[in-house]
Nanobody
């Protein structure tokens, strides 16, 4: 199983960024996918989840600003991040639990700063 996350970078407060995660080694169309973030020196925390049929859930800190989506044909999950705040600065990871194992992408750094 491989998860490749990309799309991070430097963005100003109030700006937008879209993260992508390409998955392989799983039956992507039935997998529940998620994004997590980890600020420097802090614990990893859950951001959003999307199930196979497209239903979504969000953490309170990102609700209304971030949108998780998926493209089953391309085996990709996305995180559209709008109205970004400095406190959103973190390494973002995509995640899947597959056949009782946890898999994480390598992480992509998002820095929100003026």
């Amino acid at each position: 199983v491989q998860l490749q996350a990309y799309g991070g970078g430097l963005v100003q407060p109030g700006g937008s960024l879209r993260l992508s995660c390409a998955a392989s080694g799983i039956n992507f169309s039935i997998a529940t996918m998620a994004w997590y973030l980890q600020p420097a020196g802090k614990q990893r925390e859950w951001v959003a989840t999307i199930i196979s049929r497209g239903s979504t859930n969000y953490g309170d800190s990102v609700k209304g600003r971030f949108t998780i989506s998926r493209d089953n044909a391309r085996r990709r999950v996305y995180l559209q991040m709008n109205s970004l705040k400095p406190e959103d600065t973190a390494v973002y990871y995509c995640y899947v639990s597959w056949k009782s194992h946890d898999y994480w992408g390598q992480g992509t750094l998002v820095t929100v700063s003026s």
